[in-house]
C-alpha cells in the first residue's frame, strides 16, 4: 500500500524557516516527480515545487523562488520541502503527492494536480506577522 505521510509544519514567526518532510511508504522515487503543493484558506490549491525522480529536476512557483528548496533522500524514500523567510502569505496546508505522468520537473505544466496521486494529509504551516 502506498502512502504519503508529511510533517514538520507548525507555528513561525515571519522571516523564519522549517523543513517539511515527505515520507514515501510501498514506493519508490525514482522514475516519478514528486511535487509539494498547498492550499490557504478559501483558495484553491497551488503547485509549490517538484523534483525529478529520474533526473533530480526541480521546479519553482515564482513566489517561492530563493526561499524554498526542495530535496530528496532516495535512501530514506523522503522528498524535503526547506521553506525559509516565511511570508505570512505562505500560511497553508503543505500536501506532497506523486506524479504518475511525468518523471521529471521542468516548467509550470509539471504542477497539473490532477496528474498527482498519493496525496497525504498534509501538514500546516502558520506565519505570525
Known amino acids: 500500500q502506498v502512502q504519503f505521510v508529511e510533517s514538520g509544519g507548525g507555528l513561525v514567526q515571519s522571516g523564519g524557516s522549517l523543513r517539511l518532510s515527505c515520507a514515501a511508504s510501498g514506493f519508490f522515487l525514482d522514475g516519478y516527480a514528486i511535487g509539494w503543493f498547498r492550499q490557504a484558506p478559501g483558495k484553491e490549491r497551488e503547485g509549490v515545487s517538484c523534483?525529478?525522480?529520474?533526473?533530480?529536476?526541480?521546479y519553482y512557483t515564482d513566489s517561492v523562488k530563493g526561499r524554498f528548496t526542495i530535496s530528496r533522500d532516495k535512501a530514506k524514500a523522503t522528498v524535503y520541502l526547506q521553506v525559509e523567510n516565511l511570508k505570512p502569505e505562505d500560511t497553508a496546508v503543505y500536501s506532497c503527492?506523486?506524479?504518475?505522468?511525468?518523471?521529471?520537473?521542468?516548467?509550470?505544466?509539471?504542477?497539473?494536480?490532477?496528474?498527482?496521486?498519493?496525496w497525504g494529509q498534509g501538514t500546516q504551516v502558520t506565519v505570525s506577522s
Open positions: 523534483i525529478g525522480g529520474s533526473d533530480g529536476s526541480t
Open positions: 503527492a506523486a506524479n504518475l505522468m511525468r518523471s521529471s520537473c521542468s516548467s509550470r505544466t509539471t504542477m497539473r494536480s490532477y496528474e498527482y496521486d498519493y
